[in-house]
């Protein structure tokens, strides 16, 4: 390698998410001097925005607790599940995947992550072969952020609400007025929380588990992490197409720094929800970057230097779609979608989206999705129906007053029905649906239609069109207290209400594609000597599905580790 450098390390790795801190510990552990550049003042990436967990199949944790897996039951859903066939799906990144994702726990276990096993959390389509209904989502342990000392400002974390609450019992919160687990899971976080204001505590869950541990992990190591370092070029030596990448300029405290990598450069830069240029040349359409809740560095820009080099991209029109309401004029509404420095919160419907006593419509007033379903495939559909008719978004979620007094929606609780929100227009009240129909110009004899064949599905239990409540991911989120089907519930009872919804994201989910080994490739599938990646700015191994909760972080840990292990010379174990 030669060039004239500022700094010289074996494998930078660009960006703080998921597999970035999993990958330099590799590194270290091989003998190699990994160097973390985050462009952000805060580490950890869209994992510690995240709702923090990861989906690692046939991995040790659950089957610690008794739930029996196999690799080859594994690869039987994934084929199942990922019908997609594109160039991140091929069969080796499937075993790559499958093979690899329990090393990293156990790697990552024996660094001293705490991981928790998400029981009950199905895996979304776990009605097909090799399924498992008690799911295959791990956590980590509540973390106290006072662990990190001077690092604890510098940790990536959502700016929304924060409670010491594991991922998994949110389901149970949203049914304190109905059952009594959510009683007991309410009465746990109230002992939490006054626990911790005696001991001083400051307990995070969700991505900030993750990443605060991780940090902590990484600091304990004192692996190098620069801060408000972003790089604005892939160094190259070697022409024609293919050179070799050996480095990075960043640009740190206002000077450009050259730094060489030895081994390889690792990109795990997020996606570009937060690039309109990108969302215009590359999404469906309508998108813009104020339906996302994705990390504010999801701009893209690492993206763009690797196609310049010639990297492939696939599925770059698609995201990790969590359905989000807006107002009529376009924005969160308030109270509750705004964070206390003003930034904008799009609400990110799924639990509430599963209950009885609503359901979305396009505005023909016709259904096109189970609700209850997968998050991702949601937006998929909301963006095919409004392909086919024009009519879809916004799309409306449709409810009656038993949805208003029985479960939370966004941050209103069960029972509030914000004045601020009626006066907004960002909830539309009426006394009949003849009245809720010319309110929100839905097609009156449509949705009128459609609430008649709902209603008798909720009367049998049985959704005929779109098999809602059928699966055990849905029943999971569903309130057991209702009968036939606990995801079903009739709309018969004023007043009624409705809210415009949109495909929102939590990031994109397509990128460069890489091999089974992490390696970014040319569309004629030559590597791009030196050029790894991993996570949101890669395209998926999972491709245009969400199998699981944590697919993505899951994916972004495991070719994080690969990656490392490959820049080291060694095989995986």
């Known amino acids: ?30 003998g190699l001097s990994p160097l973390i550049v985050e462009k952000q003042s805060l580490v950890g990436g869209s994992t510690g925005f995240s709702g923090g967990v990861w989906w690692v199949p046939n991995n040790p944790v659950m089957k610690r607790a ?38 990293m726990v156990e790697f990552l276990e024996n660094a001293g992550m705490k991981f928790v096993y998400a029981d009950g959390w199905s895996d979304y389509y776990d009605n097909l072969p090799g399924g498992e209904p008690r799911g295959r989502s791990l956590l980590a342990e509540l973390f106290d952020t006072r662990e990190l000392g001077e690092w604890e400002s510098r940790l ?83 022409a024609n197409g293919h050179g070799r ?11 450009a720094v050259r730094i060489g990598a030895r081994r390889g450069v690792l990109m795990n830069v997020g996606g570009f929800s937060r690039n309109k240029a990108m969302r215009e040349r590359f999404q ?64 990110m ?4 989206l599963s209950l009885p006593f609503s359901m979305m419509v396009d505005q023909l007033g016709e259904r096109f999705c189970d609700e209850a379903g997968a998050y991702m495939e949601i937006g998929q559909r909301m963006y095919r129906r409004q ?40 909830l539309i009240q009426a006394g009949s649906i003849a009245e809720l129909a010319a309110k929100t110009r839905i097609d009156r004899a449509g949705l009128e239609r459609t609430i008649k064949r709902f209603n008798e599905f909720c009367r049998t239990g049985v959704d005929a069109d779109f098999g809602r409540g059928s699966r055990a991911f849905d029943r999971c989120h569903g309130d057991p207290t209702i009968a036939p089907n606990p995801n079903l519930g009739a709309i018969e009872k004023p007043p009624f209400y409705a809210v415009r919804m949109y495909p929102g994201d939590v990031g994109t989910a397509g990128g460069v594609v890489t ?17 790894y990646a991993t996570g949101n700015c890669t395209a998926s191994v999972v491709g245009r599905c969400y199998p699981g909760a944590g697919a993505s972080i899951g994916a972004s840990f495991t070719f994080g580790f690969i990656a490392a292990h490959h820049a080291a010379g060694v095989p995986v174990p």
Not at 7 to 20: M, P
Not at 71 to 94: C, I, W
Not at 349 to 352: E, G, N, S
Request: glycine share 12%.
């Open 156 to 238: 990536s974390r959502y700016k929304g609400f924060s409670l010491p609450v594991p991922s998994d019992q949110f389901a149970d919160l949203m049914l304190v007025k109905r059952t009594m687990r959510g009683k007991q899971r309410a009465a746990g976080l109230a002992w939490r929380i006054l626990k911790a204001k005696l001991t001083g505590a400051r307990l995070a869950g969700a991505g900030a588990a993750i990443q605060g541990r991780m940090l902590q992990i990484a600091l304990r190591e004192k692996l190098p992490i620069w801060t408000d370092a972003p790089v604005s070029e892939l160094i190259v030596e070697g």
């Open 349 to 352: 419907h799924h639990l509430d």
């Open 284 to 347: 469906p359409q309508p998108s813009t970057d104020q339906w996302t809740n994705a990390n504010p560095g999801d701009t893209g820009e690492v993206i763009e230097m690797a196609m310049a080099l010639g990297a492939a991209v696939d599925c770059m029109d698609e995201a990790w779609w969590v359905v989000t309401s807006l107002g009529p004029d376009g924005q969160p509404p308030r109270p509750g979608g705004y964070a206390p420095d003003g930034t904008p919160l799009p609400f």
């Open 515 to 531: 091999d089974e080994h992490a390696r970014v490739l040319r569309a004629d599938g030559s590597a791009i000597a030196g050029l």
């Open 1 to 30: 390698m030669s060039g004239n450098f500022d700094e010289l390390c074996d494998l930078v790795i660009v960006g703080s998410g998921g597999g970035s801190m999993c990958a330099a510990l590799v590194a270290r552990q091989h």
């Open 387 to 426: 392909q086919e008719t024009g009519r879809a978004v916004p799309s409306w979620v449709v409810m009656d007053s038993r949805q208003r007094a029985y479960y939370p929606w966004g941050t209103a609780q069960p029972g509030q029905v914000p004045r601020e929100w009626l006066d907004s227009g960002y």
């Open 245 to 255: 990448v050996t480095g990075v300029v960043v640009q740190r405290e206002g000077k």
């Open 66 to 103: 008794g739930v029996a897996d196999s690799a080859e039951r594994a690869r039987r859903y994934l084929d199942a599940a990922v019908t997609y066939d594109g160039p991140g799906t091929t069969p080796a990144r499937r075993d790559a995947f499958i093979r690899t994702g329990p090393k």
